[in-house]
């Protein structure tokens, strides 16, 4: 049974930082490509960073240059390093592995989501 489990958010300032985790089990965690997803109130979700296999890493137009994704294999653990935080970031977060044909979500059952809330 796939497990997905985000944790790390948080309510941080404008220009914050935050850093999440999310823990996988029951896949064949290093095959994967992973990403992190995010929905913000009345949006879709969307995929804002993913990290193949060996460790190549793609990111939203939105959140290049501020989102570090990565990965630990003997952990089954992705990580989310979020800096320069902005309101528009505010968001559920959300880890998946990926399709790796179209880049959709793998799993059709998420995790909890973790919160993030960007406010002064």
């Known amino acids: 049974q796939v497990q997905l489990v985000e944790s790390g958010g948080g309510l941080v300032q404008p220009g914050g930082s935050l850093r999440l985790s999310c823990a996988a089990s029951?896949?064949?965690?290093?095959?994967?490509?992973m990403g992190w997803f995010r929905q913000a109130p009345g949006k879709q979700r969307e995929l804002v960073a993913s990290?193949?296999?060996?460790?190549?890493?793609k990111y939203a137009d939105s959140v290049k240059g501020r989102f570090t994704m990565s990965r630990d294999n003997a952990k089954n653990t992705v990580y989310l390093q979020m800096n320069s935080l902005k309101p528009e970031d505010t968001a559920v977060y959300y880890c998946?592995?990926?399709?790796?044909?179209?880049?959709?979500?793998?799993?059709?059952?998420w995790g909890q989501g973790t919160q993030v809330t960007v406010s002064s």
């Open positions: 990290i193949t296999s060996p460790g190549s890493t």
């Open positions: 998946n592995a990926l399709r790796p044909w179209d880049n959709r979500p793998l799993y059709v059952d």
């Open positions: 029951g896949i064949i965690f290093s095959s994967k490509t």
